[in-house]
């Protein structure tokens, strides 16, 4: 992980906003198709009745994840997986993009806040991929939490979209950028982990695809 990348982890651990805001703003094409296992749009129902049963369910969604928060919060930190059982998770070809170069790995420590992460990036022609995955060892790791708080955002735009979502089983965060053909995809694994792919110059569901592509079983076991 560069120095960027952990100093801007690090603000997002000070900044009470950062949960959200280390998150770029990105927006959705209204012709833009719905992944599969994307949550359906919800019928808003008309007049008034309609509007607070919405705001009602949404809140409730909100309570959820807010428990779901705190019970994470009174988790003891534990040690991070060994960043080379990571990096090893990462091979040298990934969903048919063969990897540009070596993985990337360490272990970041801060007092309490300890996490372990690899790194690898792939490309075909024009088309990118950056794969990274993170143990954040039950210390709060503000991704995670942006992940499960953003589960009912939804935002769409001519240029594409983000939203919450679920990718085989996981709760994500999903972002597309129609007309620079970019996308972002967080996903958290067993409320520690973290697989984060970035695309450039590719097709829609790619970063979907990469991350089927990875050994998520493994990872889990390894953070079990």
């Given at each position: 992980?560069?120095?960027?990348?952990?100093?801007?982890?690090?603000?997002?651990?000070?900044?009470?906003?950062?949960?959200?805001?280390?998150?770029?703003?990105?927006?959705?094409?209204?012709?833009?198709?719905?992944?599969?296992?994307?949550?359906?749009?919800?019928?808003?129902?008309?007049?008034?009745?309609?509007?607070?049963?919405?705001?009602?369910?949404?809140?409730?969604?909100?309570?959820?994840?807010?428990?779901?928060?705190?019970?994470?919060?009174?988790?003891?930190?534990?040690?991070?997986?060994?960043?080379?059982a990571?990096?090893?998770?990462?091979?040298?070809?990934?969903?048919?993009?063969?990897?540009?170069?070596?993985?990337?790995a360490?272990?970041?420590?801060?007092?309490?806040?300890?996490?372990?992460?690899?790194?690898?990036?792939?490309?075909?022609?024009?088309?990118?991929?950056?794969?990274?995955?993170?143990?954040?060892?039950?210390?709060?790791?503000?991704?995670?939490?942006?992940?499960?708080?953003?589960?009912?955002?939804?935002?769409?735009?001519?240029?594409?979209?983000?939203?919450?979502?679920?990718?085989?089983?996981?709760?994500?965060?999903?972002?597309w950028?129609?007309?620079?053909?970019?996308?972002?995809?967080?996903?958290?694994?067993?409320?520690?982990?973290?697989?984060?792919?970035?695309?450039?110059?590719?097709?829609?569901?790619?970063a979907?695809?990469?991350?089927?592509?990875?050994?998520?079983?493994a990872?889990?076991?390894?953070?079990?």
């Amino acid at each position: 992980m560069g120095t960027i990348q952990i100093t801007r982890i690090v603000l997002c651990l000070v900044s009470a906003a950062g949960v959200i805001a280390c998150t770029p703003e990105s927006s959705e094409s209204p012709g833009a198709e719905r992944p599969e296992d994307a949550p359906a749009a919800k019928d808003e129902g008309t007049g008034l009745f309609g509007q607070l049963n919405n705001a009602a369910e949404m809140g409730k969604n909100l309570e959820q994840m807010g428990q779901k928060l705190e019970e994470l919060q009174k988790r003891p930190a534990v040690d991070p997986v060994d960043f080379k059982a990571l990096a090893a998770l990462l091979p040298d070809e990934l969903a048919g993009f063969p990897a540009k170069k070596k993985v990337e790995a360490e272990k970041v420590s801060m007092g309490q806040f300890k996490i372990s992460q690899a790194e690898r990036r792939y490309a075909e022609g024009k088309s990118g991929v950056t794969v990274q995955i993170i143990d954040g060892a039950y210390t709060s790791f503000p991704m995670v939490s942006m992940v499960l708080m953003a589960q009912n955002v939804s935002r769409e735009g001519m240029d594409g979209y983000e939203r919450g979502t679920k990718v085989d089983g996981h709760l994500a965060f999903e972002k597309w950028k129609s007309e620079r053909q970019r996308g972002e995809l967080t996903v958290v694994v067993i409320d520690r982990c973290v697989g984060s792919i970035r695309t450039k110059e590719v097709e829609e569901k790619t970063a979907r695809k990469i991350f089927s592509a990875l050994d998520i079983d493994a990872l889990q076991t390894l953070a079990d």
